[in-house]
């Protein structure tokens, strides 16, 4: 299975969680979150008091896998986030996928870095 990764705005992330609560009231259907730190999560609750009214932006509650609290994000805060959807497969799917392009740039950093090594050592010579 292809999955092509969503780029995640603050807007898109606003859109979600608005999903989410809409579902709720009908379905049983979770927004899986995974963060670039290994944690996975789902929203378990969407803050709607009045100050997250005037703000515009609600405050979004994850716990992980076990129903415990993980975090609280609040619609600004998205920067750690490589994952928001529906499906579990695909967000182990996108972190996989982002710790294979971490593993693909360190070792194009560590290449680069031997060539300068290399370089230096042929001058000293």
């Known amino acids: 299975m292809v999955y092509t990764r969503r780029l995640l705005t ?13 579902n709720k009231k009908g379905m049983n259907m979770k927004k899986y979150i995974v963060y670039d730190n290994c944690k996975i999560g789902y929203i378990k609750n969407v803050c709607t008091c009045e100050k997250c009214k005037e703000r515009g932006m609600a405050e ?13 994000i609040k619609g600004n805060n998205i920067e750690n986030i490589v994952y928001l959807g529906d499906s579990l497969v695909e967000a182990f799917d996108e972190l996989v ?10 070792e194009k950093e560590n290449k680069y870095l ?12």
């Not at 979004?60 to 076990?66: G, R, T, Y």
């Not at 031997?114 to 001058?123: D, G, I, P, T």
């Open 10 to 22: 603050k807007e898109t992330f606003h859109h979600e969680t608005v999903q989410n609560i809409k």
């Open 60 to 72: 979004v509650f994850i716990n992980d896998l076990d129903d415990k609290y993980l975090d609280c």
């Open 97 to 106: 996928n982002y710790f294979q392009e971490k593993i693909k740039t360190k």
């Open 114 to 125: 031997q060539e300068l090594v290399n370089f230096y050592s042929k001058l000293k010579t």
